[in-house]
Nanobody
Framework: QVQLVESGGGLVQAGGSLRLSCAAS????????VGWFRQAPGKEREFVAA????????YYSDSVKGRFTISRDNTKNTVYLQMNSLKPEDTAVYYC????????????????WGKGTLVTVSS
């Protein structure tokens, strides 16, 4: 059974930082690209960032570019999202997702989803 489990969410003040983790099990982790999506209250889910299976390629939405960094440790079957300079508009449930290519992730063609972790940024 494939599981993607997010952690690291919480409440932070604007300008602060958080690091999200996505721990994967039940799949050949280093065969998958992994990404992060988010869904704010009353809004549609949106793509945030993706990383290729090797970690060599990364892709970011314009709204987070320069503030967020995605990385992965294939020895730990874990992907991270370092979020700096957080803004109130970053408040959302953040979801981890896995797909066979990172270009598929940017098109939201996802094989597996996590259940999400809530990030709240106060002003």
């Amino acid at each position: 059974q494939v599981q993607l489990v997010e952690s690291g969410g919480g409440l932070v003040q604007a300008g602060g930082s958080l690091r999200l983790s996505c721990a994967a099990s039940g799949l050949a982790f280093d065969n998958y690209a992994v990404g992060w999506f988010r869904q704010a209250p009353g809004k549609e889910r949106e793509f945030v960032a993706a990383i290729s299976w090797s970690g060599r390629n990364t892709y970011y939405s314009d709204s987070v570019k320069g503030r967020f960094t995605i990385s992965r440790d294939n020895t730990k079957n874990t992907v991270y999202l370092q979020m700096n300079s957080l803004k109130p508009e970053d408040t959302a449930v953040y979801y981890c997702a896995a797909a066979h290519t990172y270009s598929a992730l940017t098109s939201e063609i996802v094989d597996y989803w996590g259940k999400g972790t809530l990030v709240t940024v106060s002003s």
